[in-house]
């Protein structure tokens, strides 16, 4: 007998589809998205409509804990499992202080239930936590200083706009559900434009022009612009009504030329005199920032400057404009019960430098607990990530996979996917909430995050802290969207917005800062981040869309990956040939696949290969970015060399 069960994806991306999963004879046999999700419309990306056979069914799942014995990791019972780490996390408090346990999540779930692992340790301790945000930090920082608080307009606001600018922003691989929107705006006759240093095949397709500028040069493209902007005539009459720093930002713009601007940038004046007619002339014009272009050391401030055009333009604050970077996926949902802010941290470890972090801790870490999360792939200097968390005298990584993390605990407790278990998720890039429910059981040996900790939380003296079920949770999350019809009900019936979101941000032009405008930036730096001397090529490791980040299996990781570059960029080396990627912290042997239409100075590498099969973070120094803590990923110089 076969029957449907509608959840979420819960998995890091901007989409947050409502799934339709087919069961039959217990096993779960089709996803497809809801068809009446209004964004889901009714398809899935390539990465979950293969999370059958790469995840949920994969070979290499855990089944059961496994606890390092005689330096071997081997199967143990839950119970032996569990008594063991209470019994060292609370040796670890007794004698050297909460302090010496460090909690670290990351994005491998995006669920709010997620949020009660972190409740855990502040009940326990308080205890060390991550600081900063490797993913968007940067440009969280850019948006907060310019306007005080960070949403979006909803995505059905583009039926108003009159131009797109997609910056940075790869849809066709990392968000693909903003596709239609697009392509209803183009039937419209909208123009979209795309500026990214990378020849996105899938997204250009989109897109009416692309600007490649040189690698972190936006800022240049974008002061470009502004002054074309202020030289023309084309900013709004009262732009500095709305705006703090007016003179001062007229100033920064007009420390070059136009040419000068678009030199530093590597496009022509024809190019950024384009781009600015397009979004100050064509108005209401939308500009989406991807999450990318602030992974970088001036990171921040480039985003501040996109947000800046928006100012300047008067785009910000209009049905068919914005600035979107990011929608506030927590937005709406009751979280004060689980936050104790007084136990919030006993100290912090900034996240794009964890490996240097752990390797100088004093106290040192006795205890660490992961989940959610697989840093020695996903952090920047994997080398000294997984030197780091060697130090800890006990690490324990909940997952449902042996990852390259998983690999150095002392416990590793197997845990469901997102198939298995309730939740209920925001979303980055909409409005919409959707439900996740269990579709199948987990495998037998495999506990949910929650079961886990509250089992953890029984045996150290605070079960009721975490106590009830995953149902009464969710429930509690959305108290406050309950009265206006948001309930675990009515969204097992399909996804819903979240009452309380803005259709527009910041309407009226006023912004939640101290002075209740916006805060143009006055300053940046002159010359783009330099990269290590002798590593010409810009490697910049963005995301695939056949992966999500490194939820891949060990077996697909075996041959050696392929990077992708200009025919020109690798002069005697043959398509298809192996060579040696070098940076100044690492050397991985690599595929050449060319590409003649990407520029001659950037190596691609998708994201999320493992630290110990040569990923790109194997390549890339830690370095934080200038504002918001998050990780300079795209800042690595690299060069190649023969196969030795
Ligand atoms: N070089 C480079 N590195 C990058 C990036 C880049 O662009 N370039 N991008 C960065 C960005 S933006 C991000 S957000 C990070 C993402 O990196 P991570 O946050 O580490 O994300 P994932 O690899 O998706 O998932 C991590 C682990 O979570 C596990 N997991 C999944 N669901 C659950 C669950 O319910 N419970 C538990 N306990 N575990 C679960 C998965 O099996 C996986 O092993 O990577 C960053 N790293
Ligand atoms: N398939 C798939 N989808 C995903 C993910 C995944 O792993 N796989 N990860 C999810 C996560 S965690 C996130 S944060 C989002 C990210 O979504 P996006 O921001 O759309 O994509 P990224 O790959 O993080 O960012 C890289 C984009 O920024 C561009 N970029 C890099 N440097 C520059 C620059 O200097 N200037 C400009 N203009 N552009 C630059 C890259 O060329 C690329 O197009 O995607 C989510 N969606
Ligand atoms: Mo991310």
Redesign the pocket.
Known sequence: MSHTVRTAC???CPDACQIIATVDDGKIVKLKGDPAHPITRGFLCYRTDHYLERQQYSPERLTTPLIRRNGALEPASWDEALDLVASKLAEARAQHGAESVFYYS????L?MM?QLNRHFFEHFGPVTHKRGD???GAGDAAQLADMGHEDAHDLEDLQNSQAIVLWGKNVSETGVHLIPHLKAAKARGVPVIQIDPVHNAQTLKLSDRHYAPAPGCDGFVALGVARVILDEGWAHEDAASWCDNFDEFMALAHRHTVAEWAALADLSVADVRAIAELYACHKPAALFVG??LG?RLHGSATVRLLDALGALTGNLGVPGGGVSYYFARRGGFDTSFIRKPENAAARTFLEPMLGEELLNADPRVRVAIL?????V????DSKSVAAGLSRVDFLVV????L?D?AELAHVVLP????LE?HDVVGSYGHHYVSLAQPVVAPPEGVLT?LAIYQALADRLGFGDALKGSAESWIERFLAPMAARGVTREALSKGGLRKPEAPRVVFPERRFPTPSGRFQLITDFPGAPAALDEGYPLHLL???SYRT????MSAASQQEPASITLHPDAAPGHEEGSLVRLVSPIGAVTVRLRFDANQRRDVVIYA??RWGKFG???SL?RARPTDAGEG?A??DQGVRLEPVI
């Open positions: 819960t998995r890091d990351s994005g491998g779930s669920g997620k490797i993913c968007s999450w990318g992974r989940d959610t999360g697989n840093p792939s996903q952090l920047p909940i997952d449902p996979f990852t993390t845990t469901t996917t997102m278990e995050d490791s963005i995301s999500q980040a490194s939820q994201k999320g990923g790109p973070n890339i990780a990923y795209y």
